[in-house]
C-alpha cells in the first residue's frame, strides 16, 4: 500500500467510489495509486503539461503494477482530455491563477463534469467567484495542516448558488465553522496584510481599498489578534 502525505489524504476523501475522474497535475502520481488502492471501481486519467512530472508518475504507476488501471495523458489542462465520460477532476497543488486559467480555457469541456475538487493555497476568494461563476456552487470546504502549512481544499458541484463577498473570501462553510485552525489561519493572513498593505502604492487604490476591507473583515472575525 503506497504512503501517502495527509494533504492527498484528505483530498482522496473527496472522490466517490465509482468516479470517472481526471488528475490535472497529477504529477508524482501519488494521490491517482492511493485512490486506486482503496476505492471501489475508479477509473483514472493521470495528466501532467511537464513530461518529466508525467514520467514520474508512470513509473510509480509501474512500479504499484496499475498500467492498465490509470491512463496517462500529456496535457496543458483538459486541452488534450477526453471528458466525455469523466465526472470529477481533480486540480491541486496549483495557484488559482492557474487553475482558474485551466478550467476556463476549456470550459465546454465541464458539461459533463458534476463535482471539481480543488486545493490552491493563494487568491481563494477569486478562484470561488470564478468557479461559482460558471455553474459551480461550493458543496463543501476543508483545511488541513500538513508540515506545518494550512491547505484548504474546496469541492464545488455542479449548481448555483449566489455568496457574499464575505463568504467568497473566507469559504461560507470554513467561515460558519470558525475551527482553530480556521482561526490560526486568519491569523496569519491578518499579519501578512498589515505587512504589505503599507507597501502597495497610493495611486493602486483599487488594491489598497480591497487589502483595506481584507484587514477590516479579518479583525472582526479574530477572537484574539
Ligand atoms: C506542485 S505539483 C502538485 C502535484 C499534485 N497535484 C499534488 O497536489 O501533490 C503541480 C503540478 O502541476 C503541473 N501543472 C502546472 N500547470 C499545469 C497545467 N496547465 N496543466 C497540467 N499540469 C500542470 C506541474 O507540472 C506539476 O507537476
Redesign the pocket.
Known amino acids: 500500500m503506497i504512503k501517502i502525505s495527509p494533504r492527498?489524504k484528505h483530498l482522496s476523501e473527496y472522490i466517490d467510489d465509482n468516479s470517472n475522474m481526471v488528475?490535472?497535475?497529477?504529477?508524482h502520481g501519488l494521490?491517482d495509486i492511493y485512490l486506486l488502492q482503496n476505492k471501489k471501481n475508479i477509473k483514472i486519467i493521470a495528466?501532467?503539461?511537464?513530461k518529466n512530472?508525467l514520467n514520474n508518475a508512470k513509473n510509480n504507476i509501474k512500479k504499484y503494477k496499475l498500467e492498465d488501471k490509470i491512463t496517462t495523458i500529456l496535457?496543458?489542462?483538459l486541452d488534450n482530455i477526453d471528458t466525455t465520460n469523466i465526472d470529477t477532476i481533480v486540480i491541486?497543488?496549483?495557484g488559482s491563477h492557474?487553475i482558474v486559467g485551466?478550467l476556463y480555457n476549456n470550459l465546454k469541456k465541464l458539461k459533463n463534469i458534476n463535482k471539481l475538487v480543488i486545493?490552491s493555497n493563494n487568491d481563494l476568494d477569486f478562484l470561488r467567484y470564478k468557479v461559482t461563476k460558471i455553474g459551480y456552487y461550493i458543496a463543501r470546504e476543508e483545511l488541513v495542516k500538513d508540515a506545518g502549512i494550512i491547505y484548504t481544499i474546496i469541492e464545488f458541484k455542479k449548481g448555483h448558488h449566489l455568496y457574499t463577498k464575505k463568504q467568497l473570501y473566507f469559504g461560507p462553510y470554513l467561515l460558519k465553522e470558525n475551527s482553530p485552525l480556521f482561526q490560526e489561519k486568519c491569523k496569519l493572513e491578518l499579519k501578512k496584510l498589515e505587512q504589505f498593505y503599507p507597501l502597495i502604492p497610493k495611486n493602486h487604490y483599487h488594491h489598497k481599498l480591497k487589502t483595506y476591507w481584507k484587514i477590516k473583515v479579518l479583525k472582526s472575525i479574530l477572537t484574539k489578534y
Request: some cysteine; charged content about 15%.
Open positions: 492527498l488528475d490535472i497535475g497529477c504529477d494521490l495528466s501532467d503539461v511537464n512530472a496535457s496543458n489542462g491541486a497543488g496549483m492557474t485551466i486545493q
